[in-house]
């Protein structure tokens, strides 16, 4: 079921499945800037990615001595959200674990996703509870895709991606299963402004640690319109779109990352993997502001 927020200036669609953000609607002009999910590309718009992020080797992990099964980027995104809280400007989701999730992911969690809409900011928070006697383990994330270009007679290398401050970084490759193969790629040297190009995608996401930004903005040449998104504790962040013409790129916040090449599988040696004590609740908020 989808549900708004709606203020003067914009309007935000969230579907309870996935507690999903579907829509971001610049009113005065009816400009979408989220992506519209064409099937035929990419059927997400912006899917939240938990107990994982990435791939895990053949899809599969270790905890205790046990195997487990998990698809990329985990089982929140197919999963029905109950909306728990709808105020004028908030809408708070909620995801509990039930006996589908325990046959994968051996945690009782709780996880709230709350959309809050002030004036020209969205800000998305994530809220993971372990609600066991024990330490959980676990990843999660962020996946908003954007609409590129914004405005017809634009074209997709009209646009960019400034850093908020300056940046020498190298993605972190990967192979064909989604996996980290040990390679990296320089993609900025001192600099601020990454453009955009099919080009890169066709070596699967840019995949970015350790940076000193905690502010991305998605800009044209062209147009004064100016889409930003602020990751603070966010330690990695990843910036995708499928491979070739895509006309979308998804600028996501992640506290985890796709597995190694030939990595161990436990569950607690992932890289990026955070640890949550007993009773314990994690919170981490990104938000999207539109300039």
Request: aromatic residues 12%.
């Amino acid at each position: 079921m989808l549900y708004f927020l709606e203020n003067d200036r914009y309007k935000v669609g969230i579907d309870s499945q996935g507690a999903e953000l579907q829509h971001f609607v610049k009113k005065d002009e009816n400009l979408e800037l989220i992506w519209v999910a064409d099937p035929k590309v990419w059927s997400g718009h912006a899917p939240n990615l938990f107990p994982i992020v990435g791939e895990l080797p053949n899809q599969q992990y270790t905890y205790h001595g046990k195997a487990y099964h998990l698809p990329r980027h985990g089982f929140a995104r197919r999963k029905e959200f109950e909306l728990v809280e709808e105020h004028h400007d908030k809408l708070v989701f909620e995801l509990e674990h039930d006996e589908s999730t325990l046959a994968v992911y051996p945690f009782r969690f709780r996880l709230l996703i709350a959309y809050k809409l002030v004036d020209n900011q969205l800000a998305v928070t994530y809220l993971v509870r372990n609600e066991e006697e024990e330490a959980m383990w676990f990843s999660i994330g962020a996946h908003p895709g954007f609409n590129v270009p914004l405005y017809q007679n634009e074209d997709y290398t009209d646009y960019y991606l400034e850093f908020e401050k300056e940046e020498t970084l190298s993605r972190y490759l990967l192979n064909e299963q989604g996996l980290l193969n040990g390679d990296t790629e320089r993609v900025l040297q001192q600099e601020r402004v990454l453009p955009l190009s099919h080009q890169y995608f066709e070596k699967d996401a840019i995949v970015l640690k350790e940076l000193n930004s905690k502010k991305v903005t998605l800009a044209s040449k062209t147009n004064p319109r100016r889409i930003e998104v602020a990751f603070e504790g966010f330690p990695y962040l990843g910036i995708w779109a499928k491979p070739g013409p895509s006309p979308y790129v998804c600028i996501e916040p992640w506290c985890g990352i796709a597995s190694k090449a030939g990595a161990s599988g436990e569950l607690q040696e992932k890289e990026g993997i955070n640890q949550l004590g007993p009773k314990q609740s994690f919170e981490r908020t990104f938000i999207i502001t539109v300039l």
